[in-house]
């Protein structure tokens, strides 16, 4: 009932920018929490960002000062703002979100396809 769509990955330049974003669709009557995870070949996925309903943010140590995560919530959409990339930075990105979708029901978690961004010269 509740989809989640990535966009904006890509291949970038080690330096470059890219700008993530993921839209919630679907039957919802709350989005509490939002963020983005990210896995590279041959390691776990990781927490790389995620931002709450009252637009509390936390970071991963490895992206502080070079990523921004926002959220629109009227467009129940998330966005990451990734520059000054790295090599290392490179993964497929995964939008989460928690999501309540009427008044009646629990909060679930859902998860989007994931988009692929690779920062190579």
């Known amino acids: 009932q509740v989809q989640l769509v990535e966009s904006g990955g890509g291949l970038v330049q080690p330096g470059g920018s890219l700008r993530l974003s993921c839209a919630a669709s679907?039957?919802?009557?709350?989005?509490?929490?939002m963020g983005w995870y990210r896995q590279a070949p041959g390691k776990q996925r990781e927490l790389v960002a995620h931002?709450?309903?009252?637009?509390?943010?936390n970071y991963a140590d490895s992206v502080k000062g070079r990523f921004t995560i926002s959220r629109d919530n009227a467009k129940n959409t998330v966005y990451l703002q990734m520059n000054s990339l790295k090599p290392e930075d490179t993964a497929i990105y995964t939008c989460n979100a928690l999501v309540r979708s009427t008044r009646w029901e629990p909060t679930y978690e859902y998860w989007g396809q994931g988009t692929q961004v690779t920062v190579s010269s």
């Open positions: 679907g039957r919802i009557f709350r989005i509490n929490v």
């Open positions: 931002i709450t309903s009252g637009l509390v943010t």
